[in-house]
């Protein structure tokens, strides 16, 4: 059996049953116990299942809403951060967006604003709407699609990026908390990692309700950001941290 077939079937067990062990799997494969380790430590590093001492466990984070799912929800605080955010681009800057519901309201807000630049993104959707405009020039990251977020990843992506300098990036992301920025879909996280290298200055627009929320992979600490683009403020602790790291807060009205 291939690794991807042993994969799936890992998952497809995942869903009976609330968690597997390393030694049942490998006896039902009929491969070694570090074989199925792999396996899982690669599902885990995904985000497809949770990895615990001996075997796994399904993961929160398998059944994420895909971006078609995400785009519908909350629409209005979406629409005014991406509106927000797209008032802090400049005419002739260079820019980076990355893949997301609320990223993609920023592109719609640039088309209508007819500021002239320059994006490069991992998105068909963003890059479909920005090439709609005539005084915005595309670039379409190549990489693995991923249809359910209508964007690619994968190492073809972060090296295309790594091959850009921009002013600024404006990226989205899964969950905002005292650790910095928090990704769960798979690969995203080192989209998001190579999109603040290549950028001057990092934008991020979330909206208030993914704030404390748990992380699965970091990307990035709050000092590499210069600005968080919200719909409210957020409260204590992590208006603290980002008051300590002298990242502006940017409330959408």
């Excluded at 009976?16 to 380790?37: W, Y």
């Excluded at 359910?148 to 300098?165: N, Q």
Aim: glycine share 8%; proline share 3%.
């Amino acid at each position: 059996m291939r690794k991807s077939a042993r994969q799936e079937q890992i998952l497809s067990e995942l869903k009976l049953r609330p968690h597997v062990r390393i030694g049942e799997m490998a006896r039902r494969f009929g491969v070694s116990s570090e074989t199925i380790r792999r396996d899982m430590d690669e599902l885990g590093r995904d985000g497809r299942l949770s990895r615990e001492h001996g075997g796994a466990s399904s993961s929160s984070f398998a059944n994420l809403p895909g971006y078609g799912e995400r785009s519908r929800e909350r629409t209005a605080e979406r629409e005014a951060i991406g509106r927000a955010a797209a008032s802090l681009v400049q005419d002739g800057q260079r820019l980076m967006i990355d893949s997301g519901a609320t990223t993609f309201q920023m592109a719609r807000a640039l088309t209508v604003s007819g500021t002239r630049c320059t994006v490069v993104t991992n998105s068909l959707e963003i890059a479909l709407t920005l090439s709609t405009s005539k005084v915005i020039e595309v670039f379409q990251c190549p990489g693995q699609l991923l249809p359910s977020e209508a964007a690619t990843t994968g190492i073809d992506t972060v090296d295309y990026l790594k091959g850009f300098r921009v002013d600024a990036c404006f990226i989205g992301a899964s969950a905002l908390n005292v650790q910095g920025i928090q990704e769960t879909v798979p690969g995203f996280a080192d989209v998001k990692k190579a999109m603040i290298a290549s950028a001057t200055q990092a934008h991020l627009l979330i909206d208030s309700q993914k704030f404390d929320l748990p992380g699965f992979r970091h990307a990035g600490d709050l000092v590499s950001l210069d600005t968080v683009v919200v719909d409210r403020r957020p409260e204590e602790a992590l208006a603290e941290e980002l008051e300590a790291a002298e990242v502006s807060v940017l409330v959408a009205t």
